[in-house]
Nanobody, 126 residues
Framework: QVQLVESGGGSVQTGGSLRLSCAAS????????MAWFRQAPGKEREFVSS????????DHADSVKGRFTISRDNAKNTVYLQMDNLNPEDAAVYYC???????????????????WGQGTQVTVSS
């Protein structure tokens, strides 16, 4: 049974930072592409960042490039999203996702991800 548990969300002011964590159980995060998506009220779920399975190749949405960094700790079987210089447009529920097939590149399409966490709320005040 695969489980993804996000944590680290909270409320910050504009310009602040947060680090989200996604702890995985049941499957290794090393061999499977992992991604972060977010969904704000009234909006569709959107891609944020991904890291490919079996490699360190990452991808970030243009809206977060230079501010957000995705990383992976294989020993802890955990994926992180470091978010710096946050602004109110970043406020959303952030979801961690894991690809269903080993060693695939990270994808921006949520349909390619089989397992999802429950989400963690990020609030940014101006």
């Amino acid at each position: 049974q695969v489980q993804l548990v996000e944590s680290g969300g909270g409320s910050v002011q504009t310009g602040g930072s947060l680090r989200l964590s996604c702890a995985a159980s049941g499957r290794t995060v090393l061999m499977y592409a992992m991604a972060w998506f977010r969904q704000a009220p009234g909006k569709e779920r959107e891609f944020v960042s991904s890291i490919s399975g079996g490699s360190s190749r990452t991808d970030h949405a243009d809206s977060v490039k230079g501010r957000f960094t995705i990383s992976r700790d294989n020993a802890k079987n955990t994926v992180y999203l470091q978010m710096d210089n946050l602004n109110p447009e970043d406020a959303a529920v952030y979801y961690c996702a894991q690809h269903g097939v080993r060693f695939r590149s990270g994808s921006r399409d949520p349909r390619e991800y089989t397992y999802w966490g429950q989400g963690t709320q990020v609030t940014v005040s101006s």
